[in-house]
């Protein structure tokens, strides 16, 4: 099993940047792959950004440029940085893990982009 804790989420003015963390309980160089999903209200869960045990990432168009998955294997913990935020970034984020052929999810954490 994998838990996994977010935190970092918040209130952002347009333009503005945040970083979010998500710490796993076990070793992440076992965990096939890592990544971070969101909802907003009245809409699915969606794909932001992924990164494989071997380091291979990969990004919905909408961030490209803006957002960047990054992890730090000595504390099991992967990150998001998100520049230059816009308001449609608005949502949940999800913290997902893929470990033993089946997923993983954390709490979430809300991130606000307004004015």
């Known amino acids: 099993q994998v838990q996994l804790v977010e935190s970092g989420g918040g209130l952002v003015q347009p333009g503005g940047s945040l970083r979010l963390s998500c710490a796993a309980s076990r070793n992440i160089f076992t965990i096939y792959i890592m990544g971070w999903y969101r909802q907003a209200p009245e809409k699915q869960r969606e794909l932001v950004a992924t990164i494989t045990s071997g380091g291979g990432t990969n990004y919905a168009d909408s961030v490209k440029g803006r957002f960047t998955i990054s992890r730090d294997t000595a504390k099991n913990t992967v990150y998001l940085q998100m520049n230059s935020l816009k308001p449609e970034d608005t949502a949940v984020y999800y913290c997902?893990?893929?470990?033993?052929?089946?997923?993983?999810w954390g709490q979430g954490t809300q991130v606000t982009v307004s004015s």
């Open positions: 997902n893990a893929g470990y033993a052929n089946r997923p993983y």
